[in-house]
T-cell receptor
Framework: RKEVEQDPGPFNVPEGATVAFNCTYS??????FFWYRQDCRKEPKLLMS???SGNEDGRFTAQLNRASQYISLLIRDSKLSDSATYLC????????????FGSGTQLTVLP | DVKVTQSSRYLVKRTGEKVFLECVQD?????MFWYRQDPGLGLRLIYF???????EKGDIPEGYSVSREKKERFSLILESASTNQTSMYLC????????????FGSGTRLTVV
């Protein structure tokens, strides 16, 4: 079983739609969680951290469910510019911080 | 503007060649990482370093080595390139501490023929 699993999609949604991605992780001792965004042929960039209490940044909401070991990302009022691959990222425990990445969920927002 | 710079955007090398991928960051980050990214497999950690002259194996270190002689520079070495090492290579850096995300370089697309 992969340490971090995501639905690869693709998700094709119309502009203005609300879309949600889930991600599950297998290591119950995982410490920190992030969502990254990767545009086509570009490097991943940090979108937002995911906090236990849930957090919001404009149209984006991230949630963490430690009991079920999943995190989610909700995008409201989708824009064309939201089209990208969204990577779920988990920090594993251990002596040195290292991120484990999911394979990514591809989102295309259609006009 | 903080930066992680990878020396080459595209590289084509022959099987058996020794290949050096260079990464430099200007953010005074302690931690540096090398990943490769392949379709369907996501990003996989090759090696990382949390201090000068320190290195740790990641998930897929076979066929690779690294060097960190200075804090700002982390080099990935393919001792004898093989076709299965054709991939996108991404360097990243960060401060220590779980609250910090990574900053990535723009990647090197390596093709081994």
């Amino acid at each position: 079983r992969k340490e971090v699993e995501q639905d690869p999609g693709p998700f094709n949604v119309p502009e203005g739609a609300t879309v949600a991605f889930n991600c599950t992780y297998s290591n119950s001792a995982s410490q920190s969680f992030f969502w990254y965004r990767q545009d086509c042929r570009k490097e991943p960039k940090l979108l937002m951290s995911v906090y236990s209490s849930g957090n919001e940044d404009g149209r984006f909401t991230a949630q963490l469910n430690r009991a079920s070991q999943y995190i989610s990302l909700l995008i409201r009022d989708s824009k064309l510019s939201d089209s990208a691959t969204y990577l779920c990222v988990v920090i594993s425990s251990g002596s040195a911080r290292q991120l484990t990445f999911g394979s990514g969920t591809q989102l295309t927002v259609l006009p | 503007d903080v930066k992680v710079t990878q020396s080459s955007r595209y590289l084509v090398k022959r099987t058996g060649e020794k290949v050096f991928l260079e990464c430099v960051q200007d953010m005074d980050h302690e931690n540096m990482f090398w990943y490769r990214q392949d379709p369907g497999l996501g990003l996989r950690l090759i090696y990382f370093s949390y201090d000068v002259k320190m290195k740790e194996k990641g998930d897929i270190p076979e066929g690779y080595s690294v060097s960190r002689e200075k804090k700002e520079r982390f080099s990935l070495i393919l001792e004898s390139a093989s076709t299965n090492q054709t991939s996108m290579y991404l360097c990243a850096s960060s401060f220590p501490g779980p609250q910090y995300g990574y900053t990535f370089g723009s990647g090197t697309r390596l093709t081994v023929v």
